[in-house]
């Protein structure tokens, strides 16, 4: 399971990194003119193939590098990579480098750690492994490295067989430190007593100064598992893992169940530690244009040559042996109040596929799942969505191989208890149907030609590890499987040669398959008190036989590890960057702007791979409040309904064969300079090959011009989905919703953007869609689309590569010259600011999650920058040590936005009402603990403050931030140089400006569970709590 450090770091993408540059030319004469003016020198690509003859690359095969053997050097000529494999002579780790000329570096160890129960032993100690080594004793040492460095990922996860420590890095020397962190900390992590009371579970006192109060349960990893498999969703894919796959790791749950996880002692994972994190048992990665020998070195001299070579097959799993008749398996699930306990259930199918280690064929069937759930054309959809009788299919429908052994999964949600019988029926039904029939060959080019599209688009270096860390843990040949291309040539000629080749799959892998399971979670309506039972049962069991003595060791426990969190720490042993090392800004890129047909359009020459990203923004803020409210469901089913010429099946096919789906968002954007005014706004986003695009222009125009309704079927089936999808959201990012909620209790445009993606906009559609008829909503969206599609409310953003302006500029013209021009008649809309308030909302969860919003400056404003620094300084000095480390919430933090709301909140909070009288007590903290802001954490601060500002992006999305709100390359230039000349002064003024007094304009949210409601209402008697 990730260990969710966006908490620490990030909870939004970056605000704004302007890329843009105005050019002379501002309104169209020639497109000769445009496009050779637009034509400009790029200089470094950002990706160049890097495809180098093997004899003369700079490493040999057969060499010997510091003590590693390089065994295969090759080529990947899809990603433009070369390949390194290396294997240590002494300890026989493996070592593989993709050498790129990117200057994202990345990268990871992994060790394989099998689960031996549920008890998440492999998560606790991966927990355990950063709160300090030998080198380096300091305490939550992943946190404390992050502040110190700026590299653009940092994740630690457990997986169902395999724990994995990854980072990635633009900067050469935080490259380096950040290594040297992550190697002690996994070969020699200290693991104290202390660390595992705090990290894993421990027996305390409510009160730990009280011996006469009652007994508790405590620990992150125990609080986490509560939080995480309260989502049904999660607890669902879990539960059909561990069924399907019952006799090896997968049986078991590797991150740990809450009745479990107190089976762990601390002594196992000290000896866990030593034999799963062998060096024989670790695999290496490295990624990027950094010196692979110097990695290599580092490796060797510090850790691999201490150690002498183990037999690891223990730690492999093997495949599972194959059913001889399939089972069926019922859970229970959480209840959801909203809607009727008996529309609850979840179903789903899952059989057992082929090895991971079978390239080939794993790709195979990604293509073949593909091809039978996803989209309007494919069997499932139209024998389980179509029907409409659930809210659409669950979270991980589909193809799965992240196991030893892959398997596909359908499933629906929201099902009614008579028609869970249905569910195996139809499936049988559709299968038994496919094999016969087979599919459309439009339907079969479609979908090769989406995931040709996506893999071209996809190959970002995260993902590169993603896709191979599973095959690579299970031996597999994680270089072919990066050759892509291939396995595509290889699939087309199969079905040119056998045109019954996917019948025939289907036949083998799902009617003569036996390993079969069904499964079917119903909710259960006391769940949640059954969960406060176990408990405490638990905890009588723990207790069952305790002396005098054992009681008193709790005790002193408590008082022990209050001691120890509270102990101050040397992290000055840590490495850091000094500010001298910090990279020099984002070059400014090749961004030029230009008015054509009256369209305000920016065309950005990115060096990209032959592929053109389209973003079209669409004014819509005069649309009246109830338009608007809608606008997020228009967005969400206006590309899925086909358009008049084409039903939306055709349409589907159209669309996947030459260019991505088409994806709506509705957008409220504050000016960033004076936040005084915002707008609303639709953008829609598409990209396509180069060869595509004039069909890319030709299915927007046709879906812009010629939307439709009509079929008002289709019409309830999306928007029962989508109301599903809305409710799963809450549960995933409540952090985010409950800062929505709290900003909304700040200004006006917030409290839009809350009708239009928070709590509120859930609790309005599902009130609209129960009043009013299919007739009156097909109406309402019709009416939308008329009003917002016209030349004069867009403006266009278009990213491709300079050769391709031409092609590009001629197509995007003639798309311009067929829309309609209906002349917007508000440009944008007034801020204003609401009085303080509190608001309580219910969610079906143990935990709650906590916000609170004052309104601070806009973004160009001055004070920006070292709010921001502040923000970072509270996260880490203030927010991580008290919410999560003693009231034990998951994650909190602080950050200000585009929109100049200060936002403090918790995630998966079992103490709102204590975490809120935190929040409260900021300015009592700042003044009593002076002594913390100095130089050091002043400098982290201003690390963590310009990680956000220089986050990387992706070719696609460069001068998004600047289309989307709107501000410059300069004021980004600007508000950066602002970050790094923040002083000890200027935040110790900001502290004195904005939180002397309690602002005029603030707002607190809670998102929790109906039985918190008493006990927060006792908590703010005075102020207006509003459930
Ligand atoms: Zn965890």
Request: aromatic share 12%; hydrophobic share 35%; charged share 25%.
């Amino acid at each position: 399971m990730f260990r969710n450090l966006k908490y620490v770091k990030s909870l939004q993408r970056p605000l704004i990194r302007v890329l843009h540059i105005k050019s002379p030319l501002q309104s169209s004469s020639s497109l000769k003119g445009i496009v050779s003016s637009v034509k400009s020198n790029v200089e470094l690509p950002r990706e160049v193939p890097y495809i180098i003859d093997g004899q003369n690359y700079r490493y040999k095969e057969g060499s010997i590098y510091h003590g590693f053997l390089c065994e295969r050097i090759e080529p990947i000529a899809d990603f433009g990579l070369m390949s390194c494999t290396l294997r240590h002579l002494g300890t026989g780790t493996e070592f593989w480098h993709l050498d790129s000329r990117d200057i994202q570096n990345v990268f990871s160890i992994h060790f394989r750690t099998k689960p031996l129960d549920s008890s998440g032993l492999p998560h606790v100690l991966e927990h355990l492994v950063l709160c300090g080594s030998k080198n380096w004793p300091v305490r939550d040492l992943f946190f404390k490295m992050i502040i110190r460095s700026v590299a653009t990922f940092t994740n630690a996860m457990t997986g169902p067989d395999y724990t994995m420590y990854h980072f990635s890095s633009k900067n050469e020397i935080d490259f380096r430190n950040m290594q040297q962190v992550y190697l002690d900390a996994v070969f020699r992590p200290n693991l104290l007593f202390m660390d595992f009371l705090q990290e894993g579970w421990r027996l305390e006192h409510k009160n730990i100064h009280d011996q006469n109060s009652d007994i508790v349960i405590k620990g992150v990893v125990y609080n986490e598992m509560i939080g995480s498999f309260g989502d049904n969703s999660r607890f669902f894919k879990q539960k059909m893992l561990n069924y399907l796959l019952p006799n090896n790791s997968y049986g078991h749950i590797a991150t740990g169940t809450q009745l479990e996880i107190p089976n762990v002692e601390h002594e196992d994972l000290i000896k866990y530690h030593r034999k799963y994190y062998h060096p024989s048992n670790a695999r290496i990665f490295s990624y990027g244009s950094f010196d692979m020998k110097k990695t290599l070195e580092f490796i060797d001299k510090e850790y691999l040559s201490h150690y002498d070579r183990i037999d690891t097959s223990f730690s492999s799993t093997p495949s599972e042996d194959r059913w001889s008749k399939p089972r069926y398996a019922s859970i229970q699930g959480r209840p959801d109040s909203s809607i009727n306990l008996d529309h609850q259930n979840r179903v789903g199918i899952a059989m057992l596929m082929c090895d991971v280690t079978d390239i080939q064929e794993n790709f195979e069937l990604k293509v073949l799942s593909e091809l039978l759930f996803r989209g309007p054309n494919s069997p499932f959809h139209k024998s389980m969505i179509k029907p409409n009788f659930s809210g659409g299919y669950t979270k991980w429908t589909g193809y799965l191989p992240t196991c030893r052994d892959t398997y596909f999964n359908v499933g629906l949600q929201d099902v009614a208890d008579d028609d869970v019988e249905l569910f195996e029926v139809l499936f049988d039904d559709t299968v038994y149907k496919a094999s016969r029939e087979g599919f459309d060959s439009k339907h079969v080019e479609a979908i090769l030609s989406a995931l040709e599209l996506l893999r071209k688009q996809q190959s970002e270096y995260k993902r590169l590890l993603y896709k191979s860390t599973v095959l690579w843990n299970h031996d597999g040949d994680v270089v072919s499987n990066l050759r892509i291309s291939d396995m595509f040539e290889t699939l087309r000629d199969r079905l040119k040669n056998n045109p019954k080749y996917f019948e025939q799959k289907i036949e083998k892998y799902f009617i003569n398959n036996k390993h079969k399971l069904t499964i079917t979670m119903r909710p259960n309506e006391f769940h949640e008190i059954e969960r406060q039972q176990a408990e405490a049962k638990l905890i009588l069991r723990k207790l069952e036989g305790t002396s005098d003595q054992d009681f008193e060791k709790i005790y002193e426990n408590g008082l022990k590890l209050e001691a120890f969190q509270k102990a101050p720490q040397n992290i000055e042993v840590l490495p850091c960057l000094s500010i001298n090392d910090v990279q020099k800004p984002f070059p400014r890129p090749q961004i030029n702007e230009l008015t054509l047909r009256g369209v305000s359009t920016m065309i950005n020459h990115e060096p990209i791979a032959g592929i053109t990203y389209l973003k079209c923004m669409f004014n819509t803020t005069g649309l009246s409040l109830n338009d608007a409210i809608l606008l997020p469901l228009f967005c969400r089913v206006f590309s899925e309904m086909g358009s008049s010429n084409h039903d939306h099946r055709q349409f589907d096919n159209l669309l996947l064969s030459k260019m991505a789906r088409v994806e709506c968002t509705a957008k409220i954007v504050e000016n960033v300079t004076d936040c005084k005014t915002y707008r609303l706004g639709l953008l829609m986003k598409t990209y396509a090959l180069d060869k595509n695009v004039c069909d890319m222009f030709r299915i927007c125009e046709d879906l812009l011009l010629n939307f439709q309704f009509e079929d008002t079927e289709l019409l309830k089936i999306l928007i029962r989905n989508y109301i599903s999808k809305l409710k799963l959201e809450v549960k995933k990012t409540g952090d985010l919703h409950a800062m929505l909620c709290s900003s909304a209790l700040v200004t006006n445009a917030a409290q839009l953007k809350s009708l239009l993606s928070g709590v509120d906009h859930i609790h309005y559609m599902k009130k609209y869609v129960k009043e009013n008829s299919i007739e009156a909503i097909r109406d309402s969206l019709k009416s939308i689309g008329s009003k917002i599609f016209s030349r004069s409310n867009l403006r266009v953003a278009i990213n491709t590569s300079e050769n391709n302006v031409f092609n590009v500029l001629g197509d995007y013209e003639r798309f311009l010259t067929h829309l309609p021009t209906i002349k917007q008649t508000v440009d944008s809309k007034e801020i204003f600011l609401l009085e303080p308030s509190f608001r309580y909302y219910n969610i079906d969860m143990p935990i709650s999650f906590c916000a609170k919003t004052f309104f601070a400056v806009p973004y160009a404003h001055e004070d920006h920058p070292a709010l921001r620094v502040l923000a970072k300084f509270l996260t880490s000095k203030y927010l991580w040590p008290v919410v999560r480390e003693k009231n034990g919430a998951y994650g909190a933090g602080a950050r200000i936005g585009f929109d100049g709301l200060f936002n403090v909140h918790s995630y998966r909070d079992p103490n709102a009402a204590k975490t809120m009288d935190i929040f409260d007590k900021t300015y009592e903290w700042l003044q009593t603990h002076r002594d913390k802001l100095d130089e050091q954490s002043l400098f982290e601060a201003k690390l963590a403050a310009l990680q956000l500002v220089d986050w990387p992006i992706s070719a696609g999305e460069v001068g998004l931030d600047s289309f989307v709100l709107g501000a410059t390359y300069d004021i980004y230039l600007q508000y950066r140089s602002r970050v790094l000349a923040v002083t000890l002064d200027d935040v110790q003024n900001i502290i004195e400006k904005y939180y002397r007094n309690e602002p005029k304009h603030f707002g607190k949210c809670i998102l929790g569970p109906k039985s918190k409601v008493i006990e927060v209402k006792e908590m703010f008697k005075d102020v207006n709590v509003k459930v």
